[in-house]
């Protein structure tokens, strides 16, 4: 199944769900920048919930907000019972601490699965574990390569990798030249997202059978690119645009259901 295809699926899912229930789910959306790249993420989302019959709010602010001022309005919605979920869109300013608002967000509001005590994981990694499940693919016992080790998709990905019995290496920008060869080679599942364009490309050899996830995004003058090159000489990559990102719009919105759900009880 390709992601496009996957998407649509889990959409109509989630589509059926919100057409059967009176009180429509309700995300919000904090926005404190003016970064082009969080803009079009913002606007998917608000698309996306538009098109499930998700009710969704954008709450902007002006990126000089100082932090008390961001944790008061986090606070307000974590006590607005309107609200089922919100998320906060990364990055923020520099004066303000990301881990500080991300430790201020309700665990049972927390759409991101960012909050040590969240239920739900991100959605990049949670997003590419239902698709590899929804393409049936026996992850016990694969050795499964994760490039790159940020807190939002490298930690979270190699943590459900293992709860999914894979072999998990995590290697990162400090990994030799040599040793990122041994282990590509030697992979039977890639998850690479280091933001650098064309990272795996045809130098590095692969098993035939191999699956790359690229969650890379670059942008330059010819358009978005993924970490990996297209067309590699693999069994599965998948693309850049259209491919992963859309994975993690859909998640969040998996997300705010299960919060809904875990609400009412349903
Ligand atoms: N910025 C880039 N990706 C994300 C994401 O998944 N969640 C939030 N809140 N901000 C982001």
Same mark, same amino acid.
């Given at each position: ?5 996957? @998407? ?91 881990? @500080? ?22 959605? &990049? ?31 979270? =990905? ?10 998990? &290496? ?26 650098? =364009? ?23 003058? &010819? ?10 000489? @693999? ?12 994975? &993690? ?18």
């Amino acid at each position: 199944m390709t992601i496009k295809e996957y @998407v649509a699926l889990k959409k109509q899912e989630l589509k059926d769900f919100v057409s059967s229930v009176e009180v429509k789910p309700h995300l919000a959306i904090i926005q404190v920048n003016e970064d082009a790249g969080s803009n079009a993420y913002v606007k998917g989302k608000i698309k996306d919930s538009q098109e499930l019959g998700i009710t969704a709010d954008l709450l902007k602010f002006d990126t000089t907000i100082s932090q008390e001022d961001l944790l008061k309005e986090v606070e307000k919605l974590n006590n607005n019972p309107a609200i089922d979920g919100f998320i906060v869109q990364m990055p923020l300013p520099s004066h303000i601490d990301q881990e @500080v608002i991300k430790l201020a967000i309700s665990p049972e509001k927390d759409v991101d699965g960012f909050h040590p005590l969240s239920k739900l994981n991100p959605c &990049t990694p949670q997003g590419i574990i239902n698709y590899l499940h929804a393409n049936n693919i026996k992850l016990q016992g694969l050795n499964a390569l994760v490039i790159g080790r940020s807190n939002i998709v490298g930690k979270p =990905m190699a943590k459900l990798l293992l709860a999914d019995n894979c072999n998990v &290496t995590v290697v990162h920008s400090k990994t030799s030249k040599e040793d990122m060869a041994r282990y590509i080679a030697n992979a039977d599942i890639i998850v690479i997202a280091i933001g650098k =364009m064309h990272f795996l490309n045809e130098s590095f050899k692969y098993k035939d059978t191999a699956i790359i996830i690229d969650v890379g995004i670059s942008r330059d003058e &010819t358009g978005l690119h993924g970490d990996a090159v297209p067309n590699l000489p @693999v069994a599965l990559q998948t693309p850049v645009p259209g491919g992963v990102g859309l994975v &993690t719009r859909v998640t969040l919105l998996d997300n705010l259901l299960k919060i809904y759900k875990e609400k009412y009880k349903i």
